[in-house]
């Protein structure tokens, strides 16, 4: 959702300027087994902004080292927001090797955050998108009006400036062409869930295939884990959204909880 606001007079007027509603971010550091490595769990819930982007710069500093499970674990309870701070925290997250969870919903710009993950896992129709959209909002985040585009050149110009970005962004993070695609052809209000099968298709669930075919060698010689093939590490993380996903707001119980799931093999 883009928001575009000018107060004069007591009027609103449309204006290129970004409105940011408040998001809550939280970090855990948690060491692992060896004592080296730090993991940094982020939670993200509520709109997407400038100042969630200041927070996770903040948050992802304390990364080091790429342990069992994870370096960086994001969880996402978000109906979206600005979906340029949106792919700015992409590309933050993916130079960090981010793992990304959906632990509620992931709807709208959130979409861009999930596809930056290195790992993603989602549960089925938790995932809503839509083609982009400009509304007018007063300064409590209330929508006033969509705005026409039709009838509005510069804001036709910025949507299709914002759309060759989003296209350019999902191709980056090695998402299906079919999503942007999918995303374009949904223009009516509210969003399109997706289903688990959807998700895999597009690839906003799953493994990006380099960062993969390293994790594994991480695994394939450990005890504890007992993973021989790719395709068993794959199903595990799989099931980490959902079996986790009472943990959203408690990051150390998630960090353990996702060495649960990696670790036994016959958790449904």
Known sequence: MFVFLLKYKRHYFLFFVFLLVNAICFAVRAEDSVGKN????????????KNVLTKIKKSIAGV???????????????????????????????????????TGQCASAC????????????????????????????????????????KNTDAQKFLNKYEL????????????PALFEAMQNHQQKGVYRLNAKQLMVFRLTGYDPAYLERRFDMFKNNKKYLIYEPEELVRRTAKVSSYCAKYDLKQTEFFECYKLVL??????
């Open 64 to 102: 080091t080292g790429d342990p069992i499970p994870a370096g960086l674990i994001v969880l996402l309870d978000s109906p979206g927001g600005d979906g340029m701070a949106a792919m700015e925290i992409g590309r933050l997250l993916r130079s960090s090797n981010a793992h990304v969870f959906v």
């Open 38 to 49: 730090n993991t940094v769990v982020v939670s993200i819930s509520g709109q997407i902004s």
């Open 111 to 150: 979409i861009f955050v999930l596809a930056s993950g290195v790992v993603r896992g989602a549960p089925a129709l938790s995932v809503g998108i839509h083609r982009g959209r400009i509304t007018m909002s007063d300064a409590d985040a209330k929508i006033l009006s969509d705005v026409d585009v039709s």
């Open 165 to 176: 970005a989003a296209e350019t962004f999902l191709f980056q993070m090695g998402m299906s």
């Open 263 to 268: 670790s036994d093999p016959y958790l449904n």
